[in-house]
């Protein structure tokens, strides 16, 4: 499923730290397209129905303050098993256990400072793009590299 779609967000200290484009350009060469992208410094009701599996944790209170600290880029990137791809190029939550070539694992040292989230499972997907994006906020197009990438 070539439309398969994934909600990517890049957190304050990937903007702060002028990491949006390296991160961005490492899903476009691979071939999967953006087709919802924004900045917005997010409230705290938002990052907290973002995290709400979390609030019971005891690092929600700072998850929260750092997300609503500074901007977030919010993306929908879309192609073929986009939600366990995102998943497996970003590492793991620790980026120390994060293997090189992975983004956390090249650009991350610290679990409360790892640049970027990525949907869990397609259930997570829809319910995160839904949170974050009005339907008009995301794009319906096919690249004419298609072919290219697809077989
Ligand atoms: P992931 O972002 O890999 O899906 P998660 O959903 O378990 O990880 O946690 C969400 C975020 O919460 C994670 O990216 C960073 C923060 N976090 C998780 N575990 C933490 C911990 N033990 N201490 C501090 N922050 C933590
Ligand atoms: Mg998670």
Redesign the pocket.
Known sequence: DSKERTYIMLKPDAVNRRLIGEILSRFEKRGYNVVGLKVLTPSRELAEAH?AE?KERP?FKG?VDFLTSGPVVAIVIEGDNAVATARTMIG??KPQASAPGTIRGDLSID??R?II?GS?SVESARREIGLWFRPVEIVDFKPVDHAWVYE
């Open positions: 995290y979390h690092f998850l793991v939550t679990v409360g790892n989230h869990d």
